[in-house]
């Protein structure tokens, strides 16, 4: 089988969707499976407005079909609701050909942080966006319950892994701060809540390890902050794994990749009680969720490393692998009848796609 992924987050952005996309297709592989992308590489692009570190494609309608065409491919899966994924879902309702969905940013809450528009403006767009899918997957349970109640359907279950080769406490270095380390890790960004945790008062140190649009404004309201920018590979994975607690303070995040790695590194979680932790952990006893950060980062010192790396070793990237090309499959099984179908001039039906 041959799955063709739609995805404006490419490199060189350091980000979940990226990480994600990249492990599942190494997975694929390995099960016999090509997996090969439609990304804003060799399109004009543009900054994303109040954004201006990412950049939005400008995708040739004309070049996006032939890339596909060269393809060939058996399922299409389109994993962001951007100008590439707008194309590729284009390409695909206008040839009556089926697809599958990822919902893996609340862009809505997102955007309404920067600018005053309605989310339900925000959710209105994405809920036509999502209806022409077979499947829409999302990443955990609570969050299908989230999209079920404003109206979103055919949605599946699509969770995430981590490499543990990768993320592991052995890569630990000394940074040469006092401990406790309390860390965070991701974007630098206003949807990301940085702030509840940077003005925590806590022992020890903070470091952050990422960059975003608020970087130099937090660099100079928190002077005593370690910031790292943006690291990758193994130089991530040891600055990670030296940490003594990773605090998320995302309160809109869709599952947060990162307190896998953070687990995987031998490090507990302290998060707010809300639905991506809360789905992550489970009932685990691998973090500390809190309304009140601060007693969640002093509470999560307490928690055994082990039992954060025995947890992230149950969470596989070939087991998410697994589900996403079930998925997948099934697209293909369905565009194989409609195939059939048109070559004996039956008109197949499929799903709304206004």
Not at 11 to 35: C, D, F, H, W, Y
Not at 117 to 145: C, D, E, N
Not at 217 to 234: D, I, N, W
Not at 300 to 306: E, G, K, T, Y
Request: proline content about 7%; some cysteine.
């Amino acid at each position: 089988m041959h799955v063709l992924i739609a995805t404006d987050a490419w490199t060189p952005q350091i980000n979940g969707v990226v990480r994600t996309l990249q492990s599942v297709a190494n997975s694929a592989k390995k099960m016999g499976v090509e997996v090969s992308f439609v990304t804003p590489e060799g399109f004009a692009s543009v900054p994303l407005p109040t954004y201006p570190g990412l950049r939005l494609a400008l995708p040739a309608m004309g070049e996006v079909a032939r890339r596909i065409d060269r393809a060939a491919p058996d399922a299409i899966h389109i994993a962001t609701e951007g100008p590439i994924g707008m194309a590729v879902r284009r390409y695909c309702v206008r040839r009556g050909l089926p697809f599958n969905t990822s919902f893996t940013t609340k862009f809505p809450e997102y955007i309404s942080a920067r600018v005053p528009i309605p989310q339900s403006w925000g959710y209105a767009a994405l809920k036509w966006f999502h209806r022409a899918a077979s499947t829409t997957t999302v990443s955990t349970p609570s969050l299908m319950g989230e999209l079920r109640a404003k109206g979103f359907q055919n949605l599946g279950y699509w969770t995430r892994g981590v490499d543990t080769d990768l993320f592991h406490p052995k890569r630990a270095i000394d940074l040469g701060l006092p401990r406790p380390i309390f860390a965070s890790l991701g974007r630098i960004a206003v949807e990301k809540n940085l702030e509840a945790f940077l003005s925590l008062d806590l022992p020890g140190s903070k470091i952050v390890i990422g960059h975003g649009p608020q970087e130099a404004e937090l660099k100079v309201r928190y002077p005593h902050v370690k910031f790292f920018g943006a690291l990758s590979g193994e130089t991530l994975a040891a600055h990670l794994a030296a940490a003594d607690v990773f605090v998320f303070p995302s309160k809109t995040d869709t599952f947060g990749l990162v307190q896998l790695e953070a687990l995987a590194s031998g490090v507990p979680v302290a998060a707010f009680p809300v639905s991506g932790p809360k789905d992550v952990l489970g009932g685990a006893d691998v973090g500390a969720l809190d309304w009140d950060l601060r007693a969640a980062c002093l509470a999560a010192l307490n928690i055994d490393r082990q039992k954060c790396r025995d947890f992230a070793l149950a969470h596989s990237w070939d087991s998410s692998a697994r589900q996403f090309l079930g998925h997948a499959e099934r697209v293909a099984t369905l565009g194989s009848r409609m195939r059939a179908l048109t070559s004996v001039g039956v008109a197949p039906r499929h799903q709304n796609v206004a």
